[in-house]
């Protein structure tokens, strides 16, 4: 958890300094029941107008997240939202003031919405509140380890993982998108930025026939 809250939180503090291309947070709410079941999916993004991103919409909204972390005490990140259509806060009345909630914090490049995310990350709210007015806020907490993916990094021969024109990938030519592939149509080796390739085409398949 600490780990994580602190990528997080560099994350979000790299991706405020101006840049030819925004980054933009989204927020996938996996609204659940009192049983834990799924009910809906609530996307939003922090942005004035929809992102459509892996196929899903994410409606404009405006929040904020805030990275706590002082000595001595568990690290926290909190979204603070002004749900002025009652979209967040109806779940919530309806499921348990929405405790329990599964949150996928996603940081995208603007000019990179195909390619692999900036930061992802999953949580559970832990504490929530939603007062009179439009204001709720959660308080995301670690997800059960028991659902992680672990490893969380990997590695692929033929996919860049990187943000295409990010500060890791380096290209800074006239075209404007990437197919993230060594040697695609579209590829890195067609923009000529092959040593920045963020694949690992080293790799090798393992045979256990």
Do not use: W
Not at 65 to 92: C, F, Y
Request: charged share 20%; glycine share 10%.
């Amino acid at each position: 958890m600490v780990t994580r809250v602190t990528t997080v939180g560099q994350a979000i503090e790299r991706n405020q300094i101006a840049s030819e291309n925004a980054y933009v947070v989204l927020l996938r709410i996996d609204v659940r029941d009192t049983t834990n079941a799924h009910v809906e999916y609530i996307h939003l993004a922090k942005n004035t107008e929809p992102v459509t991103y892996r196929g899903e919409i994410y409606d404009p909204a405006n929040f904020e997240i805030n990275v706590k972390e002082e000595a001595g005490q568990i690290p926290s990140v909190t979204v603070s939202a002004h749900d002025v259509a009652g979209l967040v806060r109806t779940q919530m009345e309806n499921y348990r003031g929405g405790v329990g909630f599964k949150v996928r914090l996603t940081i995208i490049n603007s000019a990179a919405l195909s390619g692999p995310a900036d930061i992802e990350e999953e949580f559970e709210v832990i504490t929530a509140s939603a007062p009179p007015g439009y204001k709720i806020s959660f308080t995301l907490g670690a997800e059960n380890p028991l659902a992680m993916r672990f490893p969380r990094g990997i590695q692929f021969r033929d996919r860049c993982l990187l943000t295409y024109k990010g500060p890791r990938c380096k290209y800074a030519g006239a075209i404007g998108s990437c197919d993230f592939t060594l040697d695609g149509a579209n590829g890195c080796r067609a923009h000529e930025n092959i040593t920045n390739f963020g694949g690992a085409p080293s790799l090798r398949s393992l045979n256990y026939g």
